[in-house]
């Protein structure tokens, strides 16, 4: 008696191929909104980070870093080195929003006109926006 080996038809293959482009389909815009919300908390996160660093710097000194020191200032001293600079305010260096540019410092503030305005761009790189090219402010 002589054993049968059998194989994948071609049709079977292809309903394979066919079940598996339908989940894709399915389950890809899904899984790639919530790799833009992930990276839209990852920004809120790091800007009340840097926000609690440049509320400490101004504990500290008495006044926020200018926009021309920006939030390098957190990290080390500004020239001049204003009175009472007890940083570093950050462990690291400042970091970038998650699309990988800086985040914007405006001191005094367009909308925070006695303290600052810290925003990322969104994903589109530019002001205004909706859904994942908003603005992600810290006003």
């Known amino acids: 008696m002589k054993s049968r080996e059998r194989g994948f038809t071609f049709l079977e293959i292809l309903i394979v191929i066919l079940i598996i482009g339908v989940l894709t389909a399915i389950v890809g ?77 405006l001191c005094p503030g367009r909308v925070n006109t006695e303290s600052f305005d810290l925003f990322s761009l969104g994903s589109d790189g530019r002001e205004g926006g909706t859904g994942e090219a908003a603005d992600i402010t810290n006003y």
């Not at 006044?63 to 009175?83: H, I, N």
């Open 29 to 105: 815009p899904n899984l790639m909104r919530n790799i833009g919300r992930s990276k839209q908390v990852a920004a809120k996160d790091q800007i009340r980070i840097l926000e609690l660093a440049l509320k400490q710097y101004f504990a500290d000194t008495g006044q926020f870093p200018t926009t021309s020191q920006g939030l390098q200032a957190l990290v080390k001293p500004p020239a001049p080195s204003p009175e009472g600079w007890a940083g570093p305010y950050l462990d690291k260096e400042v970091p970038k929003d998650p699309w990988g540019r800086d985040y914007v410092y």
